[in-house]
């Protein structure tokens, strides 16, 4: 199972950021997919979830500024952020769980300045 973010970067608040998760190893289409992220001093939190259906869920307080979708004919996840605040600053992993095991991508860093 590989599982590879990319996307990150620096932008200033109010702006936007496209992550993508390139998924493989695995059947991409039979799996809930989520959005991580990690906040400089702070324990890693869900952001955002996929079903196999395409029903997402978020965190509250990216509810209405981030959407989470995926495309199954190219294995990948993505995070469209909008709205961005400094406090979206983070890490960002894209995971998924086989058979109770958790899969993470490296992260991918976004850095949003005041």
Request: proline share 3%.
């Amino acid at each position: 199972v590989q599982l590879q973010a990319s996307g990150g970067g620096l932008v200033q608040a109010g702006g936007s950021l496209r992550l993508s998760c390139a998924a493989s190893g695995f059947i991409f289409r039979n799996n809930r997919m989520h959005w991580y992220r990690q906040r400089p001093g702070n324990q890693r939190e869900l952001v955002a979830s996929i079903s196999v259906g395409y029903i997402p869920r978020y965190q509250d307080s990216v509810t209405g500024r981030f959407t989470i979708s995926r495309d199954n004919a190219k294995n990948t996840l993505y995070l469209q952020m909008n709205s961005l605040e400094p406090d979206d600053t983070a890490v960002y992993y894209c995971n998924t769980k086989i058979w109770g095991t958790d899969y993470w991508g490296q992260g991918t860093q976004v850095t949003v300045s005041s």
